[in-house]
């Protein structure tokens, strides 16, 4: 299994940016999704979306991020807008191949987002 990961970059408060990630080595999946950590702490849950059925968020970026995914393209998206400093962290994409999956099954290799206030 392979998650490859691509978007981060250097944006301004209030500004957008717009992550992707592509597995391959699987047929099919149960949800894929993004962790963040910050420097000096956990690995955070910021959303995830099961290949069927509706996406989830965890609470500080409701209203703001949306995550989606293209089954045909084995990729899942996350659009990040009003983007806030405290947003700054590296942003691992994982694939949860079952229901069952407790922990993710598989992570992409990182990718920085940094804010800038």
């Known amino acids: 299994v392979q998650l490859v990961e691509s978007g981060g970059g250097l944006v301004q408060s209030g500004g957008s940016l717009r992550l992707s990630c592509t597995v391959s080595g699987v047929f099919g999946f149960y949800a894929m999704g993004w962790y963040r950590q910050a420097p000096g702490q956990a690995r955070d849950l910021v959303a995830w979306?099961?290949?069927?059925?509706?996406?989830n968020y965890t609470d500080s970026v409701k209203g703001r991020f949306t995550i989606s995914i293209d089954l045909a393209r084995d990729t899942v998206y996350l659009q990040m807008n009003s983007l806030k400093p405290e947003d700054t962290a590296v942003y691992y994409c994982?694939?949860?191949?079952?229901?069952?999956?407790?922990?993710?099954?598989?992570w992409g290799q990182g990718t920085m987002v940094t804010v800038s206030s």
């Open positions: 994982f694939v949860n191949l079952h229901i069952s999956s407790t922990t993710p099954d598989a």
């Open positions: 979306i099961p290949s069927i059925g509706s996406s």
